[in-house]
């Protein structure tokens, strides 16, 4: 029983991670209509500064996760900027493979600056952990951190999106491009601002990720941003709740099918979700249908 | 005094020349209509005219300002809204934030105001405030659409196609709205294919065939000339 309350608390840990790289996925998605498929390297270079902040610079962790914010926020701006701007009219399936492009670039670029030895990755948010049950369970600062991040992020952008200006400019631009340029909405600058905000997501879903996982290397960030995809596709892409439910609930079935099923298909197990998902309910647990009146 | 100037307008859609050197203008306090068959140009004009549109060549000046190729977003702050063909309101989001985006340029004190005066103009709305966009049916998504034209406050409003889909006494109630504001100093550019209701309320027209103007005149005089009997009204 308790062991299954650690599972339990494990898997919604790592389920907040997915449910923050999932909403840098479906806003991008929402706003742009691509998948930018490099928003899992951001997390990794995001990881990086953090890491380099700490290692190498003596920051203290708050002004680490502060700068790897920032640069990974500059970061979505130029890569939208430079990759994706002059696409805007080019065909979808030109849009996808530029993305894998850009992820396969930023991961040479990680490669040549840090290399491909593995790096140690000290905890930004390390503060002990709590001892419940007479010692049976254990729960890290890094599982409440992230949980109660996760929480606040998800409360942050839902009031930024239904009550300031901007934010319903964005759902606005997500719905029609065409109606919100008459509106005198700036619709590039809006599509960049949804970069910098994903982006800035993304480290720090980077920072809490590889301080619950310690390993950082060139390649860390393509597994959680492809299961993070998992994630806003199976509560429905574009949906900010739908992220938060896609996200916990694709980290406990990995952590429960690791636990109770096989250690070697707990991955399997999640993408089987996603083909299950795109099967049975193809616009996600929120997806909307939208139907025209006349 | 002309507020809208278009000259020897030239628009393409790839390699299709959809406009051909079109002129036209539109003078304050007018109801202007441009009328023509489908596929005649008139929402690739107004698409133009408005900024949506880049136009090869030609001229587009809105009170004396050269606006051609602007995009709409930096047009609108100068008093010009464009309610769009199929209305396009924002069918996720509530009555209200549909009127707060057209009001987007506005100042944030102003806001209060201009929503008050499109409630006492769409009391419908008024009542439907926190309704979806998207539940609302055809004849009320027409009256947001336009309210949240009005919401910036043109000088110029563009309609395309507001009759469209309506049964005949929306229609009707649509065109009396239109009349009304006119009379209340919005200067009017209107698109139809309803050439009937369009001529019924316009001081000019001018009627499209395939990318040029074909005849321009008293609305009231074209509604009598055979040709456009014959080809628009039936």
């Given at each position: 029983m308790?062991?299954?309350?650690?599972?339990?608390?494990?898997?919604?840990?790592?389920?907040?991670?997915?449910?923050?790289?999932?909403?840098g996925?479906?806003?991008?998605?929402?706003?742009?209509?691509m998948?930018?498929?490099?928003?899992?390297?951001?997390?990794?270079?995001?990881?990086?500064?953090?890491?380099?902040?700490?290692?190498?610079?003596?920051?203290?962790p708050a002004?680490?996760?502060?700068?790897?914010?920032?640069?990974?926020?500059?970061?979505?701006?130029?890569?939208?900027?430079?990759?994706?701007?002059?696409?805007?009219?080019?065909?979808?399936?030109?849009?996808?493979?530029?993305?894998?492009?850009?992820?396969?670039?930023?991961?040479?670029?990680?490669?040549?600056i840090?290399?491909?030895?593995?790096?140690?990755?000290?905890?930004?948010?390390?503060?002990?952990?709590?001892t419940?049950?007479?010692?049976?369970?254990?729960?890290t600062?890094?599982?409440?951190?992230?949980?109660?991040?996760?929480?606040?992020?998800?409360?942050?952008?839902?009031?930024?999106?239904?009550?300031?200006?901007?934010?319903?400019?964005?759902?606005?631009?997500?719905?029609?491009?065409?109606a919100?340029?008459?509106?005198?909405?700036?619709v590039?600058?809006?599509?960049?601002?949804?970069?910098?905000?994903?982006?800035?997501?993304?480290?720090?879903?980077?920072?809490?990720?590889?301080?619950?996982?310690?390993?950082?290397?060139?390649?860390?960030?393509?597994?959680?941003?492809i299961?993070?995809?998992t994630?806003?596709?199976?509560?429905?892409?574009g949906?900010?709740p739908?992220?938060?439910?896609?996200?916990?609930?694709?980290?406990?079935?990995?952590i429960?099918?690791?636990?109770?099923?096989?250690?070697?298909?707990?991955?399997?197990?999640?993408?089987a979700?996603l083909i299950?998902?795109?099967?049975?309910?193809?616009?996600?647990l929120?997806?909307?249908?939208?139907?025209?009146?006349? | 005094?002309?507020?809208?100037?278009?000259?020897?307008?030239?628009?393409?859609?790839?390699?299709?020349?959809?406009?051909?050197?079109?002129?036209?203008?539109?003078?304050?306090?007018?109801?202007?209509?441009?009328i023509?068959a489908?596929?005649?140009?008139?929402?690739?004009?107004l698409?133009?005219?408005a900024?949506?549109?880049?136009p090869?060549?030609?001229?587009?000046?809105?009170?004396?300002?050269?606006?051609?190729?602007?995009?709409?977003?930096?047009?609108?702050?100068?008093?010009?809204?464009?309610?769009?063909?199929?209305r396009?309101?924002?069918?996720q989001?509530?009555?209200?934030?549909?009127?707060e985006?057209?009001g987007?340029?506005?100042p944030?004190?102003?806001?209060?105001?201009?929503?008050?005066?499109?409630?006492?103009?769409?009391p419908?709305?008024?009542?439907?405030h926190?309704?979806?966009?998207?539940?609302?049916?055809?004849?009320e998504?027409?009256?947001?659409?336009?309210?949240?034209?009005?919401?910036?406050?043109?000088?110029?409003?563009?309609?395309?196609?507001?009759?469209?889909g309506?049964?005949?006494?929306?229609?009707?109630?649509?065109?009396?709205?239109?009349?009304?504001?006119?009379?209340?100093?919005?200067?009017?550019?209107?698109?139809e294919?309803?050439?009937?209701?369009?001529l019924?309320?316009?001081n000019?027209?001018?009627?499209?065939?395939?990318?040029?103007?074909?005849?321009?005149?008293?609305?009231?005089?074209?509604?009598?000339?055979?040709?456009?009997?014959?080809a628009?009204?039936?």
């Amino acid at each position: 029983m308790i062991q299954f309350l650690s599972y339990l608390l494990n898997g919604i840990s790592l389920g907040s991670v997915y449910a923050i790289i999932a909403l840098g996925y479906s806003m991008v998605y929402g706003i742009a209509k691509m998948l930018n498929f490099a928003h899992g390297d951001v997390i990794m270079i995001g990881a990086y500064i953090s890491f380099c902040a700490i290692q190498y610079w003596n920051l203290p962790p708050a002004i680490a996760i502060v700068l790897a914010i920032l640069v990974c926020t500059v970061l979505g701006i130029v890569i939208e900027r430079l990759a994706y701007k002059p696409l805007r009219q080019a065909t979808s399936l030109s849009v996808l493979i530029t993305a894998i492009g850009v992820s396969w670039l930023l991961q040479n670029i990680a490669l040549l600056i840090w290399g491909a030895n593995p790096k140690s990755y000290q905890s930004l948010v390390g503060f002990g952990s709590l001892t419940l049950f007479d010692g049976q369970l254990h729960i890290t600062s890094e599982t409440f951190i992230t949980i109660a991040a996760n929480i606040v992020i998800m409360i942050a952008l839902t009031l930024f999106t239904g009550k300031t200006k901007m934010g319903k400019a964005m759902r606005a631009v997500s719905e029609d491009k065409g109606a919100a340029e008459l509106m005198g909405i700036n619709v590039n600058a809006t599509i960049s601002m949804t970069f910098a905000i994903g982006s800035g997501l993304a480290a720090i879903a980077g920072v809490l990720l590889c301080s619950a996982y310690p390993v950082l290397m060139p390649t860390t960030g393509s597994m959680p941003g492809i299961k993070a995809f998992t994630a806003a596709v199976f509560g429905g892409i574009g949906s900010i709740p739908g992220a938060l439910i896609g996200g916990i609930l694709l980290g406990l079935i990995e952590i429960m099918g690791k636990a109770y099923v096989s250690t070697e298909l707990g991955d399997a197990l999640v993408f089987a979700v996603l083909i299950i998902v795109l099967l049975v309910k193809p616009t996600g647990l929120l997806g909307k249908k939208i139907h025209e009146k006349v | 005094m002309s507020m809208l100037k278009v000259e020897d307008l030239h628009v393409y859609y790839g390699s299709i020349h959809a406009i051909k050197g079109v002129s036209f203008e539109v003078n304050e306090g007018e109801i202007v209509t441009l009328i023509g068959a489908n596929g005649a140009g008139k929402s690739t004009t107004l698409n133009t005219v408005a900024g949506l549109l880049k136009p090869r060549h030609g001229h587009i000046s809105f009170e004396g300002a050269e606006i051609a190729g602007t995009p709409a977003s930096k047009i609108v702050p100068h008093g010009m809204a464009l309610c769009p063909e199929g209305r396009r309101v924002f069918q996720q989001m509530t009555v209200r934030e549909n009127l707060e985006m057209g009001g987007y340029t506005r100042p944030a004190g102003e806001i209060a105001a201009s929503l008050d005066d499109v409630f006492t103009r769409f009391p419908r709305l008024k009542e439907r405030h926190r309704q979806v966009a998207g539940t609302l049916s055809g004849g009320e998504q027409q009256m947001l659409a336009m309210g949240r034209a009005l919401m910036s406050k043109p000088k110029l409003l563009m309609l395309d196609e507001p009759s469209m889909g309506l049964a005949p006494i929306l229609v009707e109630q649509i065109f009396d709205i239109i009349g009304e504001l006119n009379r209340a100093g919005t200067t009017i550019l209107l698109v139809e294919q309803n050439a009937q209701m369009a001529l019924s309320i316009a001081n000019r027209a001018y009627v499209l065939e395939t990318g040029n103007i074909v005849k321009e005149g008293d609305a009231h005089l074209l509604m009598n000339d055979d040709d456009v009997r014959k080809a628009y009204l039936g």
